[in-house]
């Protein structure tokens, strides 16, 4: 049997799937770079906006699955960043999202209603809240560790966008700069509950495998958008004039 990693080499194994972060996709370094149309800017927001939304309902699934009262009062704080908090009246991720949208110029409505979401994101993204439902909350914990990459696309986005895409107001940037903090402190945690509970050298190549599976999700959402709004072959493309995808389906 091989002996575990050691604490700290587990860490850094994991912070080393930072080199298949979607940071690095073509579609992500075309956006930083400012090469992005008006309609692929806007088709990334619509897009995301599907993950936004489900995050908090991925979050809530791995809290009815945890025993642990004290990981749930630390977890249910992700709930209220995305959905805002009514008692201190804070700015939720999701509404902050909405703002971005109508700062790129979109519909607050259409957002609301998914319209422009590809299957392909769809799917990904499902997965993911899928994947939280049925594991248990420490390997979901673990699911959540590409947030240990994400600080630094936030910042990219807020150093870069201003200069690059002056058309978009940069009130609109907001959630980004929310994101910062909160996702320092949500990796502080999450990487507590995955060091603590994959001590074993197999449930640590599992927990590098849950994390490369959420890696996967995320590249695979930029990559139906790459066929969709850079190369112009969105589902169904030419077949109809308005191709229209499959709706949400609560099951
Ligand atoms: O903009 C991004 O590239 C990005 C990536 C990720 C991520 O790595 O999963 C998250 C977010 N943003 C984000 O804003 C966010 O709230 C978030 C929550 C989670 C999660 O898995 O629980 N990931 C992410």
Redesign the pocket.
Known sequence: MQQPWSREQFEEMLRAKGQLY?IHHPFHIAMHQGECSVEQIQGWVAN?FYY?VN?PI??AAILANCHDMETRRLWIQ?ILD?DGSVEDKTLG?IEAWLQLGQAVGLDRQDLLDEKFVLPGVRFAVDAYVNFARRANWQEAAC??L??M??PQ??QSRLDSWPTNYPWIETQGLQYFQM?LS??RR?VNHGLQITLDHFTTRQAQDEALNILQF?LDI?WSMLDAMTLAYQQDRAPYQGLVAEPTYHKRIFK
């Open positions: 979607h995301r936004q995050i991925k979050d992700r995305h991720g699911s959540s590409t947030e990459f994400a696309i936030h994101r909160q996702a949500d959420k995320l």
